[in-house]
């Protein structure tokens, strides 16, 4: 008899075992989901910081913007420093909708002015633009009767899907119109 009691007893006790998993027990799997899920997402901003420094590093006229890096970058233009920012990067039909943002560094007024966006993805060997593959447009950023310091400007960015696009370059930027002025002149 004592022998069927001590299998009985260690079934009892090995089922306690494998009884479902505590409330908290799933918390803490989820939060540490939620965790490895947010530190892929900054070695990935990180990565792509670093992609955007280096294009910046040996650019020695535009200045480059990598979507996922999500941080400005300063042109130096004759219209002095502005600070180049993308945001609402997202699909659509053929291609990626954003917005470009241009701020003056020193808070001056923005003047008028032209430039060009081209677009496109990174040869993943070398790292440099497929230029190939990279696509362009103009763009044009109209005098505000106010003086403003910023500047946003919508773009339709053809043939490359969000998760394709590598990078955003910003060149031959030209003052199309001075800056309007706060003080009215007599």
Known sequence: MKRTI??????LALSAC???PQPAVAEL??????LNQQV??????ASAIERQSQLNLNSTSGA?????ANTPVELLSNAGKIRLSLSHVAQEANGTRAILHLRSADAASLPGM???IQWGQLDAASGKPLQAESLSQEIAIPSSLMP?????VPLRLSGVMPQQLIYVRVHDLVVTSPAASAEKQP
């Open 29 to 34: 799997h989820n939060e540490a989901g939620k």
């Open 114 to 116: 032209t430039a060009k």
């Open 18 to 20: 494998s009884s479902p």
């Open 40 to 45: 892929r997402q900054l070695t990935n901003q």
């Open 6 to 11: 001590v299998p009985l007893t260690m079934m």
């Open 148 to 152: 403003q310091p910023d500047a946003e």
């Open 64 to 68: 480059w913007l990598v979507p996922a």
